[in-house]
Structure formats: C-alpha cells, structure tokens
C-alpha cells in the first residue's frame, strides 16, 4: 500500500511540473483561435511545509534486584569443664621464746650556766634633700595634608559556565587493620626503700661558726647538747612487675567506602569584578615637638646606725649519763611446713558449629521504557501564484 502510494505522488508532482511550465499569454490564445485578453496568468510552485507526528521510543532503564542466598559460616559455641589443680604451699609454724637483752640507756642530767646573747640593734635616719632633674615633654603640632586614596568597588558579571555534580556511591572495600596485642609477663624487679627518721635525741655537739641572718655577722657557738635526728639504712625489696610486650597483628575489616561521580551542569555564575577608583581625602597629621623643662624634686635619704645592746642568757645545759639495764626479749621463730592442696578450677572450652543464613545479593537488571517523542516530518506542497502581464495593443 505505502508502495502505491508513493508512486501516485511521483507520477502527480511529475504532472504538476508540466503545468507549471504552461502560462496562458494573448500571442499563445490567438494562435490557438482563442479571444487575445488581458487577463491574469497563474504559475504552481512547490514549497516544503513541516507536519508534527508521535512517535513511541524506548530506552534502557537500570534497575537493582535483590537475590537471596543461602551462606554457611562457623560458629563458635563455648562450653565450661570443671578440672582439679593440686598444688603444695609452704604453710608457716610460728614458735615463740624468751632471750636476756642488755643495754645502755642515757640519763639525762642538768645544770644551769649562763652565756654571752649581746645583740646589735640597726636604726634608721632619715634625712630629706632637693636635686634639679631635667626632663622632656613632647607637644602635639596638627597640619593638614591631602593624599590620594585608593578604592576598589564590585561590578557585576555574570558568567555560564560548566558545573561538577558529585554523586556518592557506596562501594564495599576489604582492608586490613593493625591491631596492638599485650603478649607480656610477670619480671623480678628490685625496688629501695628509704629508711626510716628516729626521733629527735640529744647528742653533744662541738664548737662551730655561725652567721646572725639578722645582722649578717659572724658569731661563735659553744660545744654543748642538741636534738638531733638520725635515719636508718635504706632496704631493697623484690616485687612483681608486669613488663609488657606489644605485638601487632593484621586484622581483615570490610567497610563501605563512598565513589564520587562526576557530573557536569550548565550554570550561570555572577562574580563581582574588582574597579579600582581615586579619590583625595584631607588627612590631619600630628607632629610631636620635643620641649626639655626642668623641675626640683625632693629625695629622701635613709642611714642606718648600728647600736650595741648587751645581754646575759641562763641555760640550762642537760648531760647525758650511760646506765646498763637488763629486759626480757621475746623472740618468735617461723619455720615453714609444706602442704598440699587441691583448688578446683573451670576452664572455658570453644567448638564450632555450622549456622546457615540466608544473605541478599544485589543484581543490576536492564529494561527497556517506551516512551512517547515529537518529531516534524517535511512534506511537499503546491501553491499557486499569479503573473502580471501587460499587452502590447492594450498600452
């Protein structure tokens, strides 16, 4: 049919170029036996019209289905035993006796001397005098200028260009991470003790030099009895002192790291574009004169006078006598028993045991979408124009 219809319209514009190439003129019609005339003539030109028609596409759509699966994995199940630890520890038997201790002890004796507490006594004199002290101002001398300043101002521009649309996609991504591990154990570590302070005892003391710190002079102090406090030996001790070891072990983790897409829309952009402009401002500038003037200042002045002032202290001097005693000292003695014991103990154990599970897949199906489109389709037709023609008997 198509067929058919195309060649009707073939052999029709073919008729129709033939009439087009006929014009009707006055010599042509009294050739023909036909009345001469001034009449109009008409001429067929073809021209190409554009028809709207509907047209149904199809395009291809990404789709994601889900698929289910079934997964088999290990699993741990833990399980608790009860076991028996025999074991031997030294249990201590203690035993206690009587021993004869003798010692020293100081009595202490006391007698009455007087000695020299002379003391020097500092005292002020003030004394008030005037002195000239010459010094410099600085006076402030306004003058006005003009300068040139510069601005900047922004203009409007508006700009189309091309922008990046970033689009995350989640993509799964397998690493592996360093994990730190204690491996450590138990190490002998020797620690020292610092000894311990007694309590303040008399001794006899010899004869030194000292320095006043309120007078800063030197004096002599005499031989005689003081407190004084001793500390003992210091003492080491074994202690038990966790000594760590770190060791890293490789450890697989799967995460979800974000992909960008790139993009790429059309978008109008206005920038302000920086114009730089002069214009004068009066500016008043100060400038600082230097002016020297002078002035009387009063000045107080501090003398010190030293003062002697004599003086004679009793002390009551204590002297130590030695006396031997005798006490009865109990003495405890420990020895060590060895027994055995039996501790119960339970001990965690782990087996695996499979577990099925069922897991969605994803899956990326392709469709196809129909779609309706417009599009012009050219299509040819006739139109009929007239001709003016003018006759020679008629002008």
Known sequence: MKTLLAKTNRIFLALVMLNTSFVCSPSVAQDMGCEPCCGEAYTLECQTVYEERKITCYRPVCETVYEER???????????????????????????????????????????QYRDASYNVVRNVYETSEREERYTVQRPVWETHERE???????????????????????????????????????????????TKSWPQLRWMPAQQTINPATGTAQYVRPGLSWVTTQTAPQQQ??????????????????????????????????????????????????????????KVPVKVCRQVVERVEKQEPVRVCKMVS??????????????????????????????????????????????????????VPKTVMVKKPITSTCDSCS
């Open 238 to 295: 074994v202690q038990q002192v966790w000594k760590p070891n770190l060791v890293t072990v490789q450890t697989p983790v799967t995460s979800y790291q974000p992909q960008q897409v790139v993009e790429k829309r059309p978008v109008s952009v206005t920038r302000m574009v920086c114009e730089e402009r002069v214009r004068k401002v009066p500016v008043q500038v100060c400038k600082m004169v230097t002016e020297e003037r002078v002035r």
């Open 70 to 112: 079934q997964v088999t994995r290990k699993v741990p199940v833990y399980e608790t035993k009860k076991m028996e630890r025999r074991y031997t520890v030294l249990k201590p038997v203690r035993e206690t006796s009587v021993r004869e201790e003798r010692y020293v002890v100081q009595r202490p004796v006391y007698e009455t």
């Open 323 to 376: 006396e031997e005693r005798v006490r009865q000292v109990p003495v405890t003695t420990c020895r060590m028993v060895r027994e055995e014991r039996v501790e119960p103990y339970e001990v965690k154990v782990c087996r695996y045991v499979d577990e099925t599970s069922t897991i969605r897949v994803p899956k990326t199906v392709t469709r196809q979408e129909a779609y309706t489109r417009t599009i012009r």
């Open 149 to 195: 300043e510069r601005y900047t101002v922004q203009r409007p521009v508006t700009e189309t260009s091309c922008q990046s649309y970033v689009r995350t996609v989640m993509r799964p991504v397998t690493t592996y991470q360093n994990q730190v591990v204690d491996q450590g154990s138990y190490v002998n570590q020797v620690t020292t003790m610092p000894g």
